[in-house]
């Protein structure tokens, strides 16, 4: 699976963007879906994760309420839905599919995009 990861830009703090990933090659509608970030000087932290089939979705702490993930597996396409974004959310989002049917942590994803940078002006 090679996935597409899109959407990112420059915002205002407060503002919205929807980032999306597309797969190719191969379907993903069998794999959970995550979305991580990272900062300048951190580590690749999950963000939020939906499973094979939309059924159950995680949010870290510091993005609940604010961001919503969901999938579309006839388009082969997630998303990230990023609303009241906050300086804080500024990185490089990267989303992956995970080697089963959901994932949260870093080890649990085998197919990775190549990220879309994220920032957020105060």
């Known amino acids: 699976v090679q996935l597409q990861a899109s959407g990112g830009g420059l915002v205002q703090a407060g503002g919205s963007l929807r980032l999306s990933c597309t797969a190719s090659?191969?379907?993903?509608?069998?794999?959970?879906v995550g979305w991580f970030r990272q900062a300048p000087g951190k580590e690749r932290e999950p963000v939020a994760a939906?499973?094979?089939?939309?059924?159950?979705?995680n949010y870290s702490d510091s993005v609940k309420g604010r961001f919503t993930i969901s999938r579309n597996s006839a388009k082969n396409a997630a998303y990230l839905q990023m609303d009241s974004l906050e300086p804080e959310d500024t990185a490089v989002y990267y989303c992956?599919?995970?080697?089963?049917?959901?994932?949260?942590?870093?080890?649990?994803?085998?197919?990775w995009g190549q990220g879309t940078q994220v920032t957020v002006s105060s």
């Open positions: 090659k191969r379907t993903f509608s069998n794999n959970g």
């Open positions: 939906i499973s094979w089939n939309g059924g159950i979705t």
């Open positions: 992956a599919a995970a080697r089963g049917v959901f994932g949260w942590n870093r080890d649990q994803y085998i197919y």
